[in-house]
């Protein structure tokens, strides 16, 4: 089993760092946009943690440190020289632009438990660059994977039947499920735009371009060269794809047209609800039962955490924060979050 790492976010209020090496550094305007600087968590070896802003590219973190990540799928199992999946023969369907605002279609498959409540029982002030001592402290990570030409870690390696390019785009990310990996594909970190789901037997389940995802229908005067958004997290579950997607600067910047949530069927590629906007910014969201739990914040924005119904994306709970989500991980029936620059604890009642 490949040990997992963290992956560099788009956080709420980070700054891009041109190398991982400079990650360290803790301010927060850019010359483009102020949004804080969110270090991406580094290795417990002390790699320096990841960072960028509103409108660079997003460069691969070091690993986490272990803890609760996803289990390696039986296809991963397999030696070294195993066949390679195969991408380059095919070509990812291309989706309808979605509607950039709250939309139901038809239900996603989901259970109807009761939501989850979120009761805080511990807050403390960070240090804005010790994520990786955060994911270390509480035994968490995320299942990431290492990717080629990202800053090196003590993560393990890339399966290797895993490509490292779809023709001209590089895998910018690769995040283990357990049952089915999902890999992130584009011509830069900072541009996934490509999502391609592989199963346990390394069946390429889905293949979908999300580029009319990441324009935003409405654009404020001088902002087009800091909308471009980009596909942050996805994960499968009962033929659905639950995906985030948006850019890294103010709301305004689009009009408000950003940070969403989207359920798509994996069989047609048709979308079968998009949630509100500004609900999801943060690096991962976790797919709770018949819940998504997320967050979105940014610079001088509301700060929120949000429970989702998996069903309808529906909003049906939000509790404010004091900054920008940045980490959301679920660990023994309770939520830990990592925001710019604090961290809290949740119970999940």
């Known amino acids: ?56 590219p997003a460069p691969q973190p070091a690993p986490s440190p272990g803890g609760d990540g996803a289990a390696q799928p039986p296809a991963a199992a397999a030696g070294d ?43 403390q002030k960070n240090a804005i660059t010790d994520a990786a001592a955060w994911f270390t402290r509480n035994g968490l990570s995320l ?25 001209d785009h590089a895998l910018v990310k690769a ?71 948006g850019h ?10 950003n940070a969403f949530l989207s359920a798509i069927d994996l069989a047609s590629g048709q979308l079968l609800w998009q949630s509100a906007p500004l609900v999801c910014n943060a690096e991962n969201f976790v797919l709770h039962g018949d819940h998504l739990l997320c967050g979105y914040g940014f610079t001088a924005e509301p700060d929120f955490l949000y429970v989702l119904e998996r069903a309808t994306g529906k909003v049906v709970s939000k509790l404010p924060i004091k900054s920008g989500p940045e980490y959301l991980v679920e660990k023994e029936g309770k939520l830990f979050v990592r925001t710019y620059d604090t961290d809290y604890v949740f119970d999940i009642r």
């Not at 299942?143 to 779809?166: H, I, K």
């Not at 890294?248 to 047209?257: F, I, L, N, P, V």
């Open 1 to 56: 089993m490949l040990a997992p790492l963290r992956s560099a976010r788009s956080s709420p209020r980070k700054l891009l760092l041109a190398a991982a090496a400079l990650a360290a550094c803790a301010c927060r305007p850019a010359p483009a946009r102020p949004p804080e600087a969110a270090p991406a968590p580094s290795s417990a070896a002390g790699a320096a943690p990841a960072a960028h802003d509103a409108a660079g």
């Open 248 to 257: 890294r600067t103010y709301a305004a910047s689009s009009k408000g047209k």
């Open 143 to 167: 299942p990431t994977l290492q990717v080629p030409s990202a800053p090196q870690s003590d993560a393990g390696a890339l399966p290797s039947f895993v490509p490292a390019r779809y023709r």
């Open 175 to 245: 995040i283990d499920h357990g049952d089915h990996l999902a890999l992130l594909y584009g011509p830069s970190f900072n541009d996934a735009r490509l999502v391609a789901i592989v199963d346990a037997a390394r069946k390429v389940v889905a293949f979908l371009d999300f580029e009319s995802y990441l324009t935003p229908p409405e654009i404020a005067p001088g902002e087009a060269s800091f909308v471009r958004g980009h596909v942050g997290w996805a994960v499968a579950r009962d033929g659905v794809l639950y995906v985030s997607s």
């Open 81 to 123: 020289g195993a066949a390679e999946i195969a991408l380059d023969g095919r070509s990812p369907v291309k989706l309808a632009p979605p509607p950039f605002g709250q939309t139901l279609v038809r239900p996603a498959p989901a259970g109807g438990s009761a939501a989850p409540r979120l009761v805080k029982v511990a807050e």
